[in-house]
């Protein structure tokens, strides 16, 4: 039997394209709700072009958003999973798709970019390459040889996919103007295009290497735009400047990524 592990976001259904509708103490809680009914539709579609391929297949759906961006009784035909980093096991299971994903912080025009946290991250890089939650997600599947073979969100979170793997599937629902603003596709029709999208890359799991590009041992640098406070401290942890802080670990699903 395949499986399939679908690690979602809220920024990037076509939709959404303020923080007002992703961050719950922003003073706008029904935008919040609204956006994840749009989360949930794409994450459905992208189960259904799974299943229009595989209608057995395992579907374990991870709601990667902070403070929560699906609905558990909203997901269709898959199971829902909120807690810890499941993506770090990964045993047994065929792909990993994206659904919903933003680009990296400090991406130009790219609606809601941030890496981690869109408060207080400047940005990551990892043995010296800029990654974002993709590259690092898509790494982390890679190094247990799972392939991430679909994406779905704005154009930069699909030409950062790109970059890391090539030969992925993409399905742009908006087109990023700026931080928060896009040009949107029609719910139905980003709808379409994940199902098709989806069923296209499971068809060619076999096709897409696992994303092993950025080996071990690994410094993980992290700059923050603001100084924070210095509680993070240990072995391996070594502060730079005020707002610069190097991780080193040789596995890494050790970092919180
Ligand atoms: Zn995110």
């Known amino acids: ?7 979602t976001d809220l920024e990037g259904p076509s939709g959404v394209d303020s923080f007002t509708q992703t961050r719950p103490g922003d003073g706008y809680p029904e935008r919040v709700e609204a956006a994840k009914k749009l989360l949930a539709r794409e994450v459905n579609a992208c189960i259904e072009g799974i299943r229009s ?53 400090g991406t130009f025009n790219a609606p809601l970019n941030h890496t981690y946290s869109s408060k207080t991250i400047a940005y990551y890089k990892l043995n010296g390459v800029f990654i974002g939650e993709f590259g690092a997600r898509a790494l982390i599947a890679g190094v ?18 790109r970059m890391f793997v090539p030969e992925i599937e993409t399905a742009v629902v908006k087109q990023g103007q700026g931080i928060e603003a896009a040009i949107h596709l029609d719910g139905e029709e980003a709808c379409r295009i994940v199902r098709e999208g989806a069923a296209r890359a499971v068809r060619r799991t076999a096709d897409i290497a696992p994303f092993t590009g950025i080996s071990a041992p690994y410094v993980l640098e992290i700059g923050y735009l603001e100084p924070p406070q210095k509680d993070m401290q240990g072995p391996g942890i070594e502060w730079i400047n005020d707002r610069t802080v190097r991780i080193r670990r040789d596995d890494i699903r050790d970092f919180p990524l």
């Open 53 to 105: 391929v595989y209608p057995e297949a395992r579907v374990d759906v991870w709601d990667g958003h902070g403070p929560g961006g699906l609905v558990a009784e909203d997901v269709i035909g898959g199971r829902y999973l909120r807690e810890g980093k499941p993506y770090k096991q990964l045993d047994g299971f065929d792909a990993l798709l994206f659904v919903g994903q933003h680009a990296m912080a």
């Open 1 to 7: 039997m395949k499986s399939f592990f679908i690690l």
């Open 144 to 161: 247990q040889g799972v392939p991430t073979v679909f994406l779905s969100g704005d154009d930069k979170a699909a030409l950062e996919a």
